[in-house]
């Protein structure tokens, strides 16, 4: 089955390289409280994340994906600035040793 987002919706994309020394139960930690709160934000129109899988050796050594979908930027705005959304960050930062985010509007 093929799930498409509405044409127009914004998704915002988040891809992580934690830093050396940060361990399996750690990262485990953080996909389980992203997935509770991105469940509780009511902008958050859907979500997902996973590990990277690819073949072709070119993640530069990003491992994780989190990609959350909002039907405006605002949805987005009100996201980032949740205090649940803020306290999973500042949780997030310090174990990254880089992070690249990607914000574009959904298309065919």
């Known amino acids: 089955m093929k799930v498409r987002v509405p044409i127009g919706y914004l998704r915002h994309v988040m891809l992580m ?8 139960a750690q990262v485990a930690a953080l996909e389980a409280e992203f997935r509770a709160m991105t469940e509780n934000i009511t902008a958050v129109q859907g979500y997902e994340w996973g590990r990277d899988e690819s073949v072709e050796r070119k993640a530069q050594g ?3 994906c989190f990609l959350v979908t ?8 009100a ?9 999973f960050a500042d949780k997030l930062e310090p174990m990254l040793d880089n992070q690249l985010v990607f914000d574009y509007r959904a298309t065919v």
Do not use: I, Q, W
């Not at 934690?18 to 399996?24: Q, Y």
């Not at 909002?70 to 705005?77: L, Q, T």
């Not at 600035?81 to 306290?87: G, K, L, Q, S």
């Open 17 to 24: 390289k934690f830093k050396p020394g940060v361990d399996r």
């Open 62 to 64: 990003f491992t994780h």
């Open 70 to 77: 909002f039907k405006d930027e605002a949805g987005r705005d």
């Open 79 to 87: 996201f980032l600035t949740n205090p649940d959304y803020m306290a």
